[in-house]
């Protein structure tokens, strides 16, 4: 939270309100490389996220994401060096999976969304 706070997204560097989360339309690299975050289940109420850009890449201690049931698309990169992640919560409504997103992610138990449009080079 406090990426978020000094952003100037929330008021506390200890919590983020859902209205506040609702809010951010973009991420993009806002939280790449951080190693001090390890969950980030409060991204499920960032429900007007279009963009999360390489908001994840190489945080390398990062665990477990809860994604908003709206995204659709997973870009290129996004998770790429999270040698730790092992679950991003539900992608049953993601439809795009884009190149080298899961790269690196041994550790992710993941299921294919059945509704899966395109899937990019080197995603895993």
Request: with cysteine; net charge negative; glycine share 4%.
């Amino acid at each position: 939270m406090e990426v978020m706070y000094s952003k100037g997204y929330c008021c506390s560097t200890e919590y983020m309100l859902k209205d506040e989360a609702s809010y951010i339309t973009s991420i993009l690299s806002l939280f790449s490389y951080n190693n001090k975050i390890t969950h980030f289940e409060e991204l499920q109420y960032f429900t007007n996220v279009t963009n999360v850009g390489l908001a994840f890449r190489d945080c390398t201690n990062l665990v477990r994401v809860v994604l908003p049931s709206t995204l659709t698309t997973l870009s290129n990169d996004i998770f790429r060096g999270c040698i730790n992640l092992e679950s991003v919560g539900s992608i049953d409504n993601i439809t795009i999976i884009g190149s080298q997103c899961f790269s690196t992610c041994a550790k992710l138990n993941l299921t294919i969304p059945s509704n899966l449009i395109s899937c990019g080079d080197h995603t895993f």
